[in-house]
């Protein structure tokens, strides 16, 4: 059954620090407060040091039983193609610090996500990419963005954290990418916020919960029917609102293909590959336009176009919190 975190004390400006001088409150140009307001700018990390960790998880495992080949210059063109795809509906691109070390790094979503008040500093399951903090850090210091938690407890992946719409967290988790207790040190940190958020427990094969689960627009999501449990998916749906499922397969979740970006006005990106016609069918009866990226050197790997990009900043869906206090 999915955990629960419900704020202590909500009232309306609970997204603005109660501390704050209101004299001080101003808007800022970063921030989310939602998976799926407009998306105005993107954090990125280009592959050039990009490589595979055979036994990273079960998607890149499957692929190297299968004999399938990684070549790193068609990874940086299809990279490249990402970028060209978000650059073509306005949206800027930022870009992380390179690493030489860090051959994982272009999953830009595992080690950090945006909040309303800033960026939350991961910590990821693996010792050898806990390295990729320091191009965040050096990133918020750049560009003037506040580090507003750092994990501490446990481990938080990225991936797993959905920051679904205002007021709505939900977190997955698996013991093994993301813990248990690393989960509820974030859940209690947005409660005392005044957001109400929810645990959900899932398959450690489907690395994070964005591989079975990604929010299409507020009253839409992309769900592996298969990876949830009946009383999974009745709790998620109805805590989150959800009217509408775009409904996935264990095999087109595992090829990475509810692995959506959502852009904003019914628009998603979504991985190019011959087994996404039903979820392109219901994308467009719901009204979607899809945009087919062919990222098919991450997918095997284990990463599709939610991994590769982290939100930096996006409208505010709930206009009454467009500022923060900083």
Known sequence: MPISRTPNNFSSNALQDSTADPAVIKPVDWGIDSEVGRLREIILCAPDYWGIDKNANAVVKAAVARGVEFDVETAKQQHRNLVSALEREGIAVRWLP?????????????????????????????????GEY???????????????????????????????????????????RTTRNGAMQVLDWFAEKGWTGKLVQINPDFLHLDLLFCMADSDTAIMCTDGL?????????????????????????????????????????????????????????????AIEVDLSSFTLDGGGPHCLTMSYRRDFLDESRVHHAI
Not at 102 to 129: K, L
Not at 144 to 154: A, D, L, R, Y
Not at 263 to 283: C, F, P, T, Y
């Open 229 to 289: 449990s009946r009383e999974q998916f009745d709790e998620i749906v109805n805590f989150l609102e959800i009217k509408n499922v775009v409904r996935a397969s264990y095999n087109q979740a595992m090829k990475l293909l509810c692995n959506v970006l959502a852009l904003g006005d019914r628009k998603v990106i979504i991985q190019k590959d011959g087994d996404n016609a039903s979820l392109l069918g219901q994308l467009k009866d719901y009204g979607f336009a």
């Open 134 to 176: 320091a191009a965040v850090i050096d990133f918020c210091r750049q560009h003037n963005v506040p580090i507003w938690k750092t994990v501490t407890e446990g481990t938080v992946e990225g991936g797993d954290v959905h920051v679904a719409k205002p007021g709505k967290l939900l977190i997955g988790y698996s013991e093994v």
């Open 98 to 130: 390179q690493l030489k070390s860090q051959i994982s790094q272009t999953y830009t979503r595992d080690s950090s996500f945006m909040t309303p008040w800033g960026i939350v500093v991961c910590r990821m399951q693996a010792e050898c990419r806990r």
